[in-house]
């Protein structure tokens, strides 16, 4: 059956395939990334700004 439908609708059978290996990948590509290629990810965003370890000096001079 899957080899008629692949001869008469080579389309919509490609497209199903396609489709189904796609979540499979989801799961298999990252950990083959990781232990065959030496992929390590992108370090995280930092959240804050670093303070400077000074005395911090309030504004003046701008009061209404």
């Known amino acids: 059956m899957l080899r008629k439908f692949a001869i008469e609708k080579p389309v919509i059978f490609?497209?199903?395939?396609i489709g189904a290996v796609g979540p499979?990948?989801?799961w298999t590509v990252?950990?083959?990334r990781r232990e065959?290629?030496?992929y390590k990810g992108v370090p995280p965003l930092p959240?804050?700004?670093p303070?400077?370890?000074?005395?911090r000096n309030p504004?003046?001079?701008y009061e209404d």
Do not use: E, H, R
């Open 24 to 26: 499979v990948m989801v």
């Open 47 to 49: 959240i804050t700004y």
């Open 30 to 32: 990252p950990k083959i």
């Open 51 to 55: 303070l400077p370890n000074q005395a």
């Open 59 to 61: 504004p003046a001079g």
């Open 14 to 17: 490609w497209s199903c395939l």
């Open 36 to 38: 065959y290629f030496g």
